[in-house]
């Protein structure tokens, strides 16, 4: 089981960037599909990017689309986030997650979480 632990959360101004981290554990990592979900008080958990496990496609939620990109360095067991343009709506708590497969990874199905990093964008 891989053990994830998420880094790079703070508070920023509309506008602005901010790069979240996952460092995974395991010599499996790369036989993962990887991705980061997020959740703000009183909501459930929303799927936000997901990197498949061999390396050859994405996928974004609609609403992060054109400002979030997700990357993976297989060598160094880690999954990056960057997050441009931030809108205060994007204010939640962000989690690494990993599962085999991309499609029940999108889904929450089958899932290992991180322990989640506070991202708080202001107006």
């Known amino acids: 089981q891989p053990q994830l632990l998420e880094s790079g959360g703070g508070l920023v101004q509309a506008g602005g960037s901010l790069r979240l981290s996952c460092a995974a554990s395991?010599?499996?990592?790369?036989?993962?599909?990887m991705g980061w979900f997020r959740q703000a008080p009183g909501k459930e958990r929303n799927f936000v990017a997901a990197?498949?496990?061999?390396?050859?496609?994405?996928s974004y939620a609609d609403s992060v689309k054109g400002r979030f990109t997700i990357s993976r360095d297989n060598a160094k067991n880690t999954l990056d986030l960057q997050m441009n343009n931030l809108k205060p709506e994007d204010t939640a708590v962000y989690y690494c997650?990993?599962?085999?497969?991309?499609?029940?990874?999108?889904?929450?199905?089958?899932?290992?979480w991180g322990q989640g990093t506070q991202v708080t964008v202001s107006s």
């Open positions: 997650a990993a599962a085999r497969l991309t499609t029940t990874l999108r889904k929450g199905e089958n899932v290992y």
């Open positions: 395991g010599r499996t990592f790369s036989s993962y599909a």
């Open positions: 990197f498949s496990w061999s390396g050859t496609s994405t």
